[in-house]
């Protein structure tokens, strides 16, 4: 096993993935400690299922969030949003999260033990109170052993923590569930003549949906930006990546996303004010590519996908109606089941073209829509549809292009609006089926 | 083979569904005939491909139809919708309908086939000009064969038509694609001191959501309506019925429905007006359930199915609300495959209740949510959420309600309202990502 640091986690594929996707090594902010652990949530007794993060920098870090619209918010959902909207997005010096259970639709019961996880952190890292966000995923319903998990945040905190690439590892691990995976990415990027670093970590894998898409996904940086703009900058750059992918098309009651930012790598303060117009702009580019980058590893995981799609709906008359069409596409299972068996039917996106709900009866016009497969070894592409109609096409090419794992699909509105939205989607496989037949078992 | 006069059609699983779910006798509504043919759309040479029902009486037959809202309407659905339109559904005296073949995104050619399969029906049935409406389903994006369909036709109108159950079983079987059985349902009511029948067929499998759920259906009744009443209660059956069942999600672009009455059967004539009030209420009722349960069939078949689970959504502040609820649950791939795997994953049914759309912030409140499976052998029901709290779970009943074929599941949304729907649907398995990987070879 190479994931060094986590021997005793069993991935259930691994996997000729994990050495594609997980990094090796990677430059991480400063000024943040993570890492991760057994508490005793997960039932093999020694899968990873306790993470921390922490903020060592001096100085209070901002932060931001965005949260499932599930009516039947997890305790930790409920705790995490309650706690951010208090303190503005100033002084959230923690993260903590449990994988093996997501303590959802546990009752009161479930909210006294979100509470208690960040009473608990707040304590051992001698944060102020209510410093520490909260995550839980896993099986709903059922309610978390809190003693386990008590018991284990101060051995994690206080032996367990650093700004290794182990640790980080160890980190994304801890998260994990059905995952084959841990979701880690880095990187480095200049700005007003600073280097900063960003470090992010996802699980996906089941639930996964337009709409807050990972279960759980954070982010964080030592770049020094404002609570308000960081905001901001986090709900344009989810819209655009962890909403813009899909692998089954359901929604969990746990889904957050959070960016922390604390600033240690020094340099100007970040606003969304226009004084900062600029620099804003930048940041925002920045964090919404790699997003994008942390939400696609997200569907190279999707339970039992075999495949990665990207489709683009360009000269839509807007870009909600470019994602309308495209999120209709990609969460059709007629379509996702014809790219598993890599059978070119064509017909099966046209008609999920034709029933995505846009916005006007002009956002569609049959005769000026066209569709072809982008091979993404740089050959040429395979025109299917040419202003609506039907293109003869060349199966045997068809099928060369559906053996490649990375497929691109580019659907031609021709409104003469100009706008376009990507989105990521995987194929739905036997394996789906199987994993999520007998997901609690 | 039991099924007399179709020994040549092989269908996929010949099949416990076939003898459970295919009657073996019939009474037929008066005045009608129909048959079913190979004419050379399906390429094994021999499976039956070619349906006509057409009006024998010698008055004029009211009809109502109502088509998919894909923005990719098929040839035949518009040509159709355009003729059932400018006769206002006066004097629609036969359908026929091809399978093998969608003729979808065809182009101008399609048009033209659709046109000629019209011209051609009126023409040897010596019926007056655009008195036919016509339907296809099969793979999309091909043309038709069409000179196999227009030699087809008199052929079937001229030698293989009539009024025995047989002709009804080969006309419901020439309309079949992947259907593992044809789906043909009678049934005979008293109204006004006359007795009436109605026969209905359908077509499913694949392509089935709400809004249009099955490809192509039909039925007829010998009694007495005018084309405005027929409307009406089409229109209010199928939101109850063919609107209401899933199979996968996706909506088709040659989704059809249309309800033919000739008054073969004789009586008064039912309109909806305030002077009829009374017979029209009972027709509504009689014609509903009767959509239903040809439209449970098509449920009964999903491409894969091996459950049949009715959703019955209670006590909504809307009749909308609640079935909306009722479909995101039906919906929901991870509650379909939990329920391939016997899985009592109660958890996913609450999640998809939580993300279903619903129009108010009223319409969904966890703490006033209860939700239990009931057993289909009469057994007492299984509570797994009580007013937002879940319940201690008895895993060994639930997996032993989870054994049948049939299963209930009601969710009480509490709200005072009182409104319900239902909803029925089918589990998702390893055979519907087999069947639908490889459709078109």
């Known amino acids: 096993m190479y994931v060094k640091g986590v021997t005793k986690q069993s991935f259930r594929l691994l996997s000729d993935k994990a050495s594609r996707f997980v990094p090796k090594t990677g430059v991480y902010p400063k000024g943040f400690s993570v890492g991760g652990i057994h508490c005793g949530v997960k039932k093999d007794g020694k899968s990873l299922d306790l993470a921390l993060l922490k903020n060592d920098f001096g100085k209070e870090a901002s932060a931001a969030a965005v949260f499932t619209t599930n009516k039947f918010k997890a305790a930790p959902v409920q705790v995490s949003a309650k706690l951010i909207k208090e303190k503005k997005g100033f002084g959230i010096n923690s993260i903590i999260i449990n994988s093996g259970n997501a303590n959802a639709v546990t009752g009161a019961r479930g909210l006294k033990d979100a509470e208690d996880m960040v009473v608990v952190t707040d304590s051992v890292l001698e944060n102020p109170s209510n410093s520490t966000l909260v995550m839980s995923t896993g099986v709903i319903g059922n309610n978390l052993p809190i003693d386990n998990v ?21 980190c994304a691990t801890a998260i994990c569930t059905t995952d084959t995976f841990p979701k880690l990415v880095t ?37 020094p930006v404002t609570p308000s703009a960081l905001n901001q900058i986090l709900k344009y750059s989810v819209d655009r990546s962890f909403n813009s992918i899909s692998v089954d098309g359901d929604m969990s009651t746990n889904d957050t996303i959070v960016a922390i930012a604390n600033g240690a790598a020094g340099g100007e303060v970040i606003d969304n004010t226009s004084s900062s117009a600029e620099s804003f702009a930048i940041l925002q580019q920045e964090i919404t590519g790699f997003a994008q980058q942390l939400a696609q590893l997200v569907v190279r995981d999707g339970e039992g996908a075999t495949k990665f799609i990207n489709i683009l709906v360009k000269d839509a008359l807007s870009y909600k109606d470019a994602k ?23 017909g099966r996106i046209l008609c999920a073209i034709g029933y995505s709900n846009v916005s006007t009866s002009e956002s569609i016009i049959p005769s000026k829509t066209s569709v072809s497969f982008v091979p993404t070894d ?34 031609d509105l021709g409104t003469g609006g100009g706008q376009q939205a990507n989105f990521w989607t995987c194929d739905f496989s036997h394996e789906y089926v199987t994993i999520n037949g007998d997901y609690r078992s």
Chains 1, 2 share one sequence.
């Open 150 to 170: 008590l018991s284990g945040i101060p051995k994690l905190a206080l032996s367990n923590l650093g700004n290794t690439h182990e640790h980080w590892i160890a």
């Open 187 to 223: 990187k480095q990027f200049q700005l007003n003549g600073n280097t900063y670093a960003l470090a992010g970590l996802a699980k996906g894998a089941g639930m996964i949906c337009p709409n807050m898409a990972t279960l759980l996904g954070f982010f964080v940086t030592d770049a």
């Open 324 to 346: 309308t069409v495209a999120s209709s596409v990609a969460n059709s299972n007629l379509f996702k089941t014809a790219m598993y068996g890599k059978d070119a039917n064509w």
């Open 378 to 411: 740089g050959s040429e592409e395979l025109k299917l549809l040419v202003n609506g109609e039907p293109e003869t096409v060349d199966e045997e090419r068809a099928s060369e292009i559906l053996q490649h794992e990375d497929l691109d699909i580019v659907i």
